[in-house]
């Protein structure tokens, strides 16, 4: 990590000796309800013809789909589901015009088809398909499925099943009850996904996968007739439409050899090795724009390909070190770095017309975000919005008025807001009033602070100071570690729903008096490439935990702390860093909460693993280390985790249990995923989070 990176944070680890104080003498402590209080919202899209934004919220379990529409932004409840009605909403979509909210119920079914069923509801769930006017009226269900591909015109989604693609209309059931069917909309070889809808709705591109290669196919909705896009031995792939439907740009990547490792692999990747082509749609004739080049600087990490409505081709990549956004011309020529210097773009969105890029970026302050605009054919970058806030999740509005987005402060939570195109005025739009019982005015302001770690690289992190903590307090202090790991804390509510919800967690442990630092190991995103994609870590040596103990060797030196009470606690990668500070190191963390951690790498299904390889993931693991493991432990899992087998804890505490000299308490929730959605499971989890440690380390005064 560059030095001049952290220059100001310097000064905080400088001050090490000196008594940190932040206000007067603690208030009366607040509950984890009342700091978990505030609704969250997600997944904010916009109109294409008109002011109009739509999102999810959820409410303390009341998960809804909400609309506002300009000049005022009003937020409207358009579903009214209540508390726990429905687990899960994944994603909103609006109609050109609008009129029409279009929104996905229910999980994603697992490779036996099981759909997440977290309150173990005897008739089992469903992921479906379901729709809403704006205007009003009730919600009613399309189809089954999810990620539906709106038609231009609102009057139908395409949807994908079974690998083919279906069309189903947008309209509520007929008075006698019957639902329109989905439509097959035609039969090809492989499996059949990715559509995009030309711009006249006469057309559907879409992605054929055969396996060892895959095809651009263009299906005419009128002449029944379908048509390959200059195919070839190559895995085409992303076919996007210009705005007067004659032309596809498309991405190509080259077919598979018989002996290609599995690309899932947990391991540092290479430059990609790709083309960008662009096809004539009624001839299929293509020709290859750009291909990135084989020597330096290559381009790590393609995403978000867009063709812009004004023939701009969009993508983002990181070109050495950072994630930036390129544009290139169907002329040709060597992509255009829209948004250069020091810092990462994460989130975009991009106007109608496809003249205007606005983009979350942390330029100018590594550890925040806030909201940019560039022209798309060139120009000078501007931001939205200031350093104090966090600014994420753009999304343009008609208008070309501004944007929506999420907001976020030290001590107001994530909501709905709108800035202005000339960056001059910021409005919250959802929730405008925060719960009476949220505790506003007794949050701390986390600090940053830098810590150095064994070889040298320097770590990121939040340090929460409890009001009124003094030197010679020797307080009880929290050692937190995000998941991911590809995630990044910031100095604030963060954006995403477990992360905000770990945020609030670790302010309600510095209103009760604990010290809590966050630490950004290496790995996570916001610090560039090099930081990213640091050697020898996770099942290839673990390395991110000497920044663990940079992160708690700092904290243990503060004045304020007792270093011989610390906890640690965490969440998936987050749950793996704390059982491993356990395992290794229990005459330093005292206790610890393993949500959903990896404890074995090993069996993991990263790929093809040679015996040294296993050798090592295994030595990278918790479980190699149990024999050192003293300290109290509290796990936390759903049994119907997607993301890290249920196993993964069943087999560490047996082997903790076999040891017998360990303290092990469980909240094991049937029917729950990776993160839990029951709200009832999910306070439960929290408060027993805290309470476990709490009894260990003895916090409360």
Known sequence: MKTRIF?????????????????????????????????????????????????IMNDRGARNVWTAAGPDFKPVNLTGFAQDEVFELGGVRLTDDGETAVFVKGGRPNAEGWVTNPDSDADGREQAVWAVRTAGGRPWRVAAGSDPVLAPDGLSALLVKDGAIDRVPLEPRSDQGGAPEPERLFRAAGRNGSPRISPDGSRIAFVSERGDHSLIGVFDLARRKLAWISPSVDRDSEPRWSADGKAIAFVRRAGLTFD????????????ADLAIWVADAATGVARELWRTPKGAPGYYSFRDFELAANGRILFTAEREEWNHVFALSLAGGAPEDLTPGDGFVEHLGLSADGTTLYYSANMGDLHGRRIWKVPTAGGKAVPLTSQEAIGTQPVALASGRGAAFLHATAVRPTSVATVQASGEKVDVVAPRDLPAEFPIDRLVKPELVVVKSADGLDIPCQLFLPKGAKAGDRRPAVVFTHGGPIRQMLLGWHYMEFYSEAYGI???FAGHGYIVISINYRSGIGYGRPFREAPNCGMEGAAEYQDVLAGVGYLRKRPEVDPERVGAWGLSYGGLLTALSLARNSDIFKVGVDMAGVHDWSQMRWGRLDEARRKL????????????????????????DRNVAFQQTTDLVQR???????????????DEPHEFLFHAHRMTAYERTFEFIDAVLGGKK
């Open 506 to 508: 670790n302010q309600f």
């Open 617 to 640: 993931a295994r030595e990278s693991s918790p479980v190699a280390s149990v024999a050192k493991w003293t300290s109290p432990v509290l796990f936390i899992h759903g049994d119907d």
């Open 260 to 271: 290609a490792e599995p690309a899932a692999e947990f391991r540092s990747r290479g430059p």
């Open 7 to 55: 220059a100001l944070a310097i000064v905080v680890i400088a001050a090490l000796g000196a008594t940190a104080v932040q206000g007067g003498p603690a208030a009366k402590p607040f509950t984890l309800a009342d700091v978990l209080s505030p609704p969250y919202p997600s997944g904010l899209v916009a109109a294409k013809r008109v002011d109009r934004i739509a999102w």
């Open 656 to 670: 903790l249990r076999a040891k017998g000299d360990v303290r092990i308490e469980l909240l094991i929730e049937p």
